[in-house]
């Protein structure tokens, strides 16, 4: 019994030993790969691959390349699968991202599992500023045109914003005038607007992406014309029926001026629908002649200027058809500027409206310090051939007597109503420049003046002077002792307005100023007059 119960232990012990032996015999590696260097690295691919040394005693399934950005890649990241068996293989990798550090690793797959080869790493090429050209431009209007771009590589990196931009200036930047039309390749069209008229543009697409912004090659075009830009003259020569006026087109607006002249009505803003001259074509200025007029009525006048755009009208002005004659039989004409109409020349009358005679000194010179009330009128200097041109000289106490010394209808101004009148060329840009307070030259004549180097000054460039047609002349004035002096030099007008017991207001215009001056003297002086439409 003893001897058959050792028998089934060592049964027992064989077979589990042949066993072992078996499955000892039957037990396979995994397969062993080199990895072969990175070549061929661009912004998105790369080609790597690998040599299988031993296939771990069973075929090999699959094999190929795997890799990411961590640096132990598996097969569970991207890869590439490049046939089955031994032997080396070739692996094109792709869907890179420029400028990132990748690592690789090859593998090969048997029935036993997966081994991968050494992990070598690489960084990819940076991504490069696109490549794209510039639409031509179309549909161009005065304010708006159309333009756009095709982009043909974004660089490797994705396209963030695109459009195109536009100056004056050559060589637009995206810091100009620009539009925003999404991202990606392509074409894309882009809508300019908020331009200027009969203005030249430069504009460029534009692409950018993560290397920087590219520029498309540049276009210029010209948006198309406006209408002309003119003004209107200052009307002269009122008669009872006929008045000259005419205007200065400064622009054409990009097309040629085809008709220009001026129109007139009883109503305000005329067109050329309404009396209109027809004076030539082109730019420059123009005179015109108003006839038809009737006596004693106010007109609006407009220059006007036609182009292939339309017609444009410069600003209006308004006059009241005659003349006025004081009782000396004097003729003045006058002029409108803004809600008031001065007469254009100095009062020349000896006479008060009720045929009074205003009183002189004999001699001119005579020293009148002592009266207390002095109403004298004189010729500059004594001498009558000053009046024509210079008008005559009046102390405050004539000028304000109250058998008023103005043509009916008229008066001697106040101090008010010179402001009214400064003010209104201050703030229509009769200024010197076209604004501010520098408006002497716009009231003063176009002679006559001491000449003056300084730009805006009144004798300045005289012949750019009295763009308000108010004329102011350089008349002088006559002391309290006698003297007579400022002729040629300097221009003062009195107001109806006391400042003391002794001085009165009044207005000073001065060939080296550019601005009128607003002052107060003795009212025994001899100042100039200028009336003022009721």
């Excluded at 809508?191 to 210029?220: C, F, K, P």
């Excluded at 123009?286 to 006007?304: I, K, Q």
């Excluded at 000896?350 to 002592?370: F, M």
Aim: net charge negative; glycine share 12%.
């Amino acid at each position: 019994m003893t001897i058959k119960r050792n028998l089934g232990y060592y049964q027992l012990f064989l077979i589990y030993f042949l066993g072992i032996i078996i499955i000892s015999c039957t037990k396979k590696d995994l397969p062993e790969i080199i990895t072969s260097e990175v070549t061929s690295i661009t912004q998105t691919t790369a080609n790597c691959g690998g040599t299988i040394t031993s296939d771990g005693g069973t075929t090999v399934l699959s094999r190929g390349v795997c890799w990411s950005t961590n640096n132990t890649p598996f097969i569970d990241d991207k890869k590439t699968t490049n046939g089955a068996g031994a032997g080396s293989f070739e692996s094109a990798i792709t869907e890179l991202t420029p400028n990132t550090t990748y690592f690789v690793r090859a593998y090969a797959t048997n029935a036993s599992g997966t081994g991968y080869g050494m992990a070598m790493s690489f960084t990819t090429e940076p991504a490069t500023i696109p490549v794209l050209t510039t639409a031509n431009v179309t549909t161009i209007t005065q304010n708006t045109a159309t333009c756009g771009g095709t982009i043909t590589s974004d660089g490797a990196a994705s396209i963030t914003a695109r459009g195109v931009c536009w100056s004056t200036t050559q060589n637009p930047t995206t810091a100009d005038s620009k539009t925003s039309d999404g991202s990606g390749t392509g074409i894309f069209t882009s809508a300019l607007t908020e331009l200027i008229g009969n203005t030249t543009y430069y504009v460029r697409a534009y692409a950018t992406n993560s290397a920087g912004t590219q520029y498309g090659n540049q276009i210029s075009f010209k948006t198309n014309p406006l209408i002309p830009t003119l003004t209107t003259a200052t009307t002269s020569s009122i008669s009872q029926t006929t008045a000259t006026s005419g205007g200065n087109i400064s622009s054409d607006g990009g097309s040629t001026v085809t008709a220009r002249g001026v129109c007139w009505s009883t109503s305000e803003n005329p067109t050329t629908s309404d009396s209109k001259t027809s004076d030539g074509s082109g730019i420059g200025s123009f005179t015109s002649t108003l006839l038809g007029l009737t006596t004693g009525t106010t007109y609006y006048v407009r220059a006007y200027a036609t182009n292939s755009v339309g017609t444009a009208y410069g600003t209006q002005v308004s006059i009241v058809s005659g003349q006025i004659t004081d009782i000396d039989g004097n003729i003045y004409t006058f002029v409108t500027i803004g809600t008031q109409t001065w007469m254009k020349e100095n009062l020349k009358t000896t006479k008060y409206t009720n045929g009074d005679l205003i009183g002189t000194t004999t001699p001119a010179t005579l020293d009148i310090s002592s009266e207390s009330t002095p109403k004298y009128q004189w010729a500059y200097d004594g001498n009558e051939s000053n009046v024509a041109t210079n008008g005559r000289l009046y102390t405050w106490y004539a000028v304000t007597d109250s058998r008023g010394v103005c043509p009916i209808g008229w008066h001697l101004p106040s101090d008010a109503e010179w402001t009214t009148l400064t003010d209104y060329l201050t703030n229509n840009g009769y200024g010197y420049g076209g604004s501010g307070s520098g408006i002497a030259k716009s009231m003063a004549a176009t002679s006559g003046w001491i000449t003056y180097t300084t730009a805006g000054t009144v004798g300045n460039d005289q012949a750019s002077n009295n763009s308000s047609g108010f004329t102011a002349l350089p008349s002088g004035n006559r002391g309290i002792l006698g003297t007579f002096y400022l002729i040629g030099d300097s221009g003062l007008w009195w107001s109806s307005a006391e400042y003391t017991d002794v001085a009165a207001c009044n207005r000073f215009v001065t060939y080296y100023f550019s601005t009128v001056v607003r002052g107060f003297d003795l009212r025994y002086y001899g100042f100039s007059v200028r009336c003022l439409k009721n």
